[in-house]
């Protein structure tokens, strides 16, 4: 509340991608992509199958903490990356390296998801963000973890 009262706004999550020769934009939790409602089906698969066959539960400690259980869950399914994760697997050839630029630092939670689809989908996710390069294989980032 400190930040609304001193007229600071936090900088949404926004990741790019090119696909064909044209830079899509995602901002989190946003709608306006033009095959957002492919995109959230196919975002809504792939946490389904990373709850069933990877074991994935959301983190929500990462979250604020004056929200609903459920809806700190919907914000953290609707951080950019995930959505251009999404739009990747939908517009991509299953051996092409989805990558993708942020402008923030990636969450926790979000490195662990990238780490899951990396495996279960069996694509290289190749995200850059504020602060390195994340190179996600076979479920292995990188960093080791470490960033």
Same mark, same amino acid.
């Given at each position: 509340?400190?930040?609304?009262? %001193?007229?600071? @706004?936090?900088? =949404?999550?926004?990741?790019?991608?090119? !696909?064909? /020769?044209?830079?899509? +934009?995602?901002?989190?939790?946003?709608?306006?992509? =033009?095959?957002?409602?492919?995109?959230?089906?196919?975002?809504?698969? &792939?946490? *389904?199958?990373? #709850? /069933?066959?990877?074991?994935? !539960?959301?983190?929500? @400690?990462?979250?604020?903490? /004056?929200?609903?259980?459920? #809806?700190?869950? *919907?914000?953290?399914?609707?951080?950019?990356?995930?959505?251009?994760?999404?739009?990747?697997?939908?517009?991509?050839? %299953? %051996? +092409? =390296? &989805?990558? &993708?630029?942020? /402008?923030?630092?990636?969450? *926790?939670?979000?490195?662990?998801?990238?780490?899951? !689809?990396?495996?279960?989908?069996?694509? *290289?996710?190749? !995200?850059?963000?504020?602060?390195?390069?994340?190179?996600?294989?076979?479920?292995?980032?990188?960093?080791? %973890?470490?960033?």
């Amino acid at each position: 509340m400190r930040m609304k009262a %001193d007229g600071l @706004k936090k900088t =949404p999550g926004c990741s790019w991608m090119e !696909v064909g /020769n044209k830079i899509h +934009t995602f901002i989190a939790r946003d709608k306006a992509h =033009p095959e957002s409602h492919k995109i959230y089906q196919k975002l809504a698969q &792939i946490i *389904e199958k990373l #709850e /069933n066959e990877g074991g994935y !539960v959301a983190q929500t @400690k990462l979250v604020l903490h /004056n929200v609903r259980e459920e #809806e700190k869950v *919907e914000m953290l399914h609707g951080h950019s990356e995930r959505l251009a994760i999404a739009y990747g697997l939908l517009s991509t050839s %299953d %051996d +092409t =390296p &989805i990558r &993708i630029t942020k /402008n923030l630092r990636i969450c *926790e939670d979000c490195h662990a998801f990238c780490k899951l !689809v990396s495996r279960l989908y069996q694509r *290289e996710l190749v !995200v850059r963000d504020a602060s390195r390069f994340h190179c996600f294989q076979d479920g292995f980032c990188s960093c080791a %973890d470490l960033w």
